[in-house]
């Protein structure tokens, strides 16, 4: 009956969206990857195919930063792994106890980092890590560890390692509260089975509800890997666009801003930025297709 | 229930890890906003003191207050946020119907296109949103940011509203059709309404990132009169890095507007998170 009719509504419904979806994220995405293959010579752009690509990876001056940066985001990304998630695990564990009492104050309390912008995580630790306040040595010399110590954040063996902790600090509240929603949703009679034939406390946890949880820790993960891979806020409000010291704390998001916009010396170069902005594109694609099509897939996930 | 599960050497101890936690969790928020109250000599003497009688000293207020153009930070700060949230609430709301309501061709392609973006992070495209800014005139605009975060905002609320849009009854709607209601009508007054939890939801998971961002300020708007809060406090802590008691002062300025919003919205976004939104 309506066969002929176009339903013009569901243009009008969709197109906002759609409009500015296109315009703002997509487009600019392949504009992106667009641009990367072209260069500038003499105030004029010109094609240079796959050329900006071949600078990044082989040319010395080039690829000593890209891999530099690759590296130091693997590692960032890797304490998150290390870190961040098997303390959001347990505090879930915890929290997800029945008849824990001010379970929604400690959760509130918790995720309070996580709300607060980089800039202010970033120089609250500085200050709190700094030497000349002194916060950091006192409390450590009131533990007795005081020569422990040490300028981290000015160290470029410890540096990036710091940062990620603090990373650390701030978004352990995502896997907590995903992993806590996780665990209560597992209905109480499968507990209760398990306890019939013996299996309680940490055994309980081991055996049943980590199982259960998996698919969430998946996703976790993948959420996680992305949110690294394209960081910047943090390092640079911390340790500025060079992430000092000596680029020891520099990662893909630095590297990139670095190299796009131009930084003190160095002229910004719109064609390499889109190159680097192309290289964080393929790695966030592969690891989100390892993700889909390798993990999500095999995962067995239990109708509850 | 049994005693397996509420020993209270257990409970104290779990009690204890979060205690723990909390204190670390919140520990440098206190230690900024205590010293942004005191002399700098007292910051310097006993920096974990409360502020007293002697030590107090709001001169670093006074400084940010003189120096920098906070209200005005705060209102543009304001003005992205809630002006990106309502642009992505209306349109994110209406694609999400079209998807669940109807059956068209193409319906299957178009939510996943509109899904792919749930996954790739705007940044990367930002070398060309900042050349395609430029050629329209938009940069140094808070419009710039606004349509930048709308375009963030959509996918995953068109994703998380259109699961809950499945829900509303067809009954409702059909009787909407009968009484010779519009398709616009029917959406509009009978399944918005339905859906506000999920808006809600979806308003409180975007507002965070777009208060906090820094990328997009730094590049599209950094001019002095459309500078976020966010931006604006990093520019001025960078310049007043020696002079402490701004610097916290600042920073207690820009962490007092997220706290008073986590307060009011902290219900609505745990409930967002663990009513299963983002499974």
Known sequence: ??????????????????????AVMIFPLFNTLRLALYSKVDQERVFVGLQNFQTLFFDPIWSEQFWNALGNNFWFFIVHMLVQNPIGIALAAILSHPR???????????FIPTIMSFVIVGFAWKLILSPIWGIAPSMLDAV?????????????????????????????????????????????????????????????????????????????????????????????????????????????????????????????????????????????LIGVCIYLFGIQTRMRRYQL | ??????????????????????????????VILINSFKTRKAIFREPLALPDADSFSMVGYQTVMKQGDFFLYFQNSMIVTVGSLFLVLLFGAMAAYALSEYRFRGNMIMGLYLALGIMIPIRIGTVAILEMMVATGLV????????????????????????????????????????????????????????????????????????????????????????????????????????????????SMAILPVLILYVIFSRQLIRGITSGAVK
């Open chain 2, 140 to 251: 140094n605009t808070l419009w710039a940011l606004i349509l930048v975060y709308t375009a963030q905002g959509l996918p995953l609320a068109v994703f998380i509203l259109s699961e809950f849009m499945r829900q509303v009854s067809d009954d409702l709607k059909n009787a909407g059709r009968i009484d010779g209601l519009s398709e616009y009508t029917i959406f509009f007054r009978l399944v918005l309404p339905l859906v506000r939890p999920a808006m809600a939801t979806v308003a409180v998971f975007n507002m965070i990132p777009i208060w906090n961002d820094l990328w997009f300020p730094l590049i599209l708007a950094p001019a002095e009169e459309v500078k976020t809060l966010t931006l604006g406090s990093q520019v001025f802590i960078g310049q007043f890095v020696t002079d402490w008691n701004a610097v916290l002062s600042a920073l």
């Open chain 1, 100 to 110: 824990l009492r001010f379970a929604a104050l400690y959760r509130s309390a918790i």
């Open chain 1, 144 to 284: 007795g560890l005081k020569s422990l110590f040490a300028p981290w954040l000015g160290k470029e063996e410890y540096a990036l390692t710091t940062l990620a902790l603090i990373s650390v600090w701030q978004f352990v509240g995502i896997p907590m509260m995903l992993i806590y929603a996780a665990l209560l949703s597992i209905p109480e009679e499968i507990l209760e089975a398990g306890e019939v034939d013996g299996i309680t406390g940490a055994s309980a946890f081991w055996k049943i509800k980590l199982p259960l949880i998996l698919p969430s820790i998946g996703i976790i993960s993948i959420l996680t890997f992305v949110g690294n891979f394209n960081a910047f806020d943090l390092i640079y409000a911390a340790q500025g666009a060079l992430a000092g010291p000596d680029f020891s704390t520099d990662i893909l998001g630095t590297f990139m801003y670095r190299t796009f916009f131009g930084f003190q010396l160095q002229l910004g170069d719109p064609h390499m930025g889109s190159a680097i902005a192309g290289a964080m594109f393929a790695i966030i």
């Open chain 2, 1 to 30: 229930m049994n005693k397996a599960r509420t020993n209270p050497f257990n409970t104290l101890a779990m009690h204890g890890a979060l205690i723990f936690y909390t204190l670390i969790a919140l520990f440098p928020v206190f």
């Open chain 1, 1 to 22: 009956m309506h066969r002929a009719r176009i339903r013009w509504h569901i243009a009008v419904f969709l197109a906002p969206a759609v409009l500015i979806y296109s």
